[in-house]
């Protein structure tokens, strides 16, 4: 990992460093009430106001799309680092394959760096409870009307890169259960909250997939 | 979709206890999981949900041997597919520098020698939470440690079967278990020829009595007694005898600490670094509780104490908050390898808080130290331990 081609962290050209205070209002006003927090120390506030919302909603969904193909998103926030150490971290996941662009990276390394420092509450929210209190703005498609139609050609490129680390290659099971010939494809009604709401140790992927990706997901699935 | 779910939680969760903690993203896996599962068995505090990296509530130390469904489990990838280390789909090869490869399976096995011994197994990075400053890795805080009682076949006995040849020094263990991304490193670890010919060295099959569950390692796992886990791989397929230390990030980079102490906050170590091997003496407090209230009177203070290769010769306890200090009783026979329980009758006098603390002392005359030297990978915590009480009127 210390023979990194070029440092993913430079944060040069990041707008996050310059959001301002109402930003942070905005979110912090957002977020206030949805935790029941009473008291937000100063160092909270800061934080969420070198994020811009927009900015976070892109952190948060990478966190959840990305990282957590090998590991679920509570490592991550117990983590309490300094920057540097981070910037390494973060490195050393590229390194291993985590499918984020230098971009990306430098989105991730900026929103853990500001609210999982060393100096951070002990309890923060997960990954999933801030996806889920910005969702609905954050909605990939939000305009989804009625059924749509999946084309299995698309769906097998959206299974190896999105479900294949636990459903396993050629949907034939892993950490999660086989998805070959499983009788929830024939409960689409299952299938589809399952996808879009999680279930169990399964992360929702309503903030990542298109309906149109589910359905394309689900054609292919029933080809197996 | 309901069946299979359920059939494979209950195999990934065989053996836990699912009093998981969890937050409202995950409601489901307790309900998913049944009652069945819950019922008899204790729950675990969850770190990571995926791969499943669990710890075990101090209070249940208070227990000699830790049950099956309430010790720690810990591994970087998640247990293999279950079909793939049934007994009968399962082989364990020898090869690397010995004279003859061996492919074999359970029953081969188990034609050796049964050994059975008590050993505690604990992660390198238990206490990692008590670092500062902080570190990456799993957070764990005091129970990712156990004492459980291990049935198997000596290492030494298979390799003798293989014939070391000369040039042998190191043992390599490769688990059935893999990364989500071909690009992860495995986890491939290995052991000097030593500890690996020791005669407690393990191979072992059972775990209190029963099949290793696949949490733990089914059906085989290494258990190096007096060395922490991170070298008593898991669902073990292959032995390779090598000249040299395995290469990799899992033994090269991960589980080394400096070879001697290095300075707070100074970065990165500037001795070199070695691999973790011994557990160094540690002692925990498994009642009364963390945050406990106790009446003035007499008030039974227990725990447990081990080290690594050195018995545990004694055991204090302070009840004001490290002023003074006062020998606590140590209960049973010493068994190598295994912690020892002791005893402490605290006569709770003064009304108010108060923290009660322990520390051990090994036979070598290793002390636990107030607090651990820092290393950048937060391994091999074992400062005091202590919790917070208030006595009441």
Redesign the interface.
Known sequence: ?ERMGSPVCHSGGMTLKTAKKTSGFVLAALLCPLLGWVVITAAQDDDRGTIQPAQARQALTLIHARCA????T??IV?????AD?WTV?VEKMMH??ADLSKDEAAVVLQFVTARYH?GAPDHLP?I??EL?MIAPAAGPRPGFEGPVTGVASRGAGLYAHNCQ??HGEGAA??????LAR???LK?EG??WE?VLH????M??WSAVLSHQEIADIHAWLATR | ?????R???RT?LQGIGVGMVV????P??VT?QGNEARQGTGPLT??????FDAETPVREFASWLTPNERFFVRSHF?PP?ADSVKPDAWRLTVKGLVKEELTLNLKDLQQLEAVTLTAVLQCSGNGRAHHR????G??WERGAVGNAQWTGVRLRDVLQRAGVKPQGAHVQFQGADR???????LFTRSIPLAKALHSDTLLAYEMNGRPLPLLHGAPLRVITPGWMAESCTKWLTEITVRADETPGYYMQ?AYRIPETAVRLSSGLPGSAMVPVEQMPVKSLIAAPAEGDTVRIGPVTVQGVAWAGEAPVVKVEVSCDDGKTWEQARLLGEGQPYAWRQWQFVWSARTPGPTAILCRAIDAQGEQQPATSPWNPGGFLWNGWDRLSVTVAA
Not at chain 1, 69 to 72: A, L, S, Y
Not at chain 2, 46 to 51: A, D, I
């Open positions: 990992m193909v090998c590991h679920t509570d490592l117990q983590q309490r680092l300094p150490r971290t291993w394959g060393s997960s999933e409870e889920a680390a636990c099971g892993g950490a999660g259960p086989k499983n009788t929830i409960n299952a299938f399952t999680g279930r169990g140790p992360p929702a | 979709m309901t069946v299979s779910r059939e494979w939680l990934a937050g409202p993203g995950f489901s896996i998913a969850v770190r990571v949900s995926r791969p998640g597919p400053p902080k570190v990456p799993v957070q990364p989500a991304l071909a690009t992860v490193p980079q």
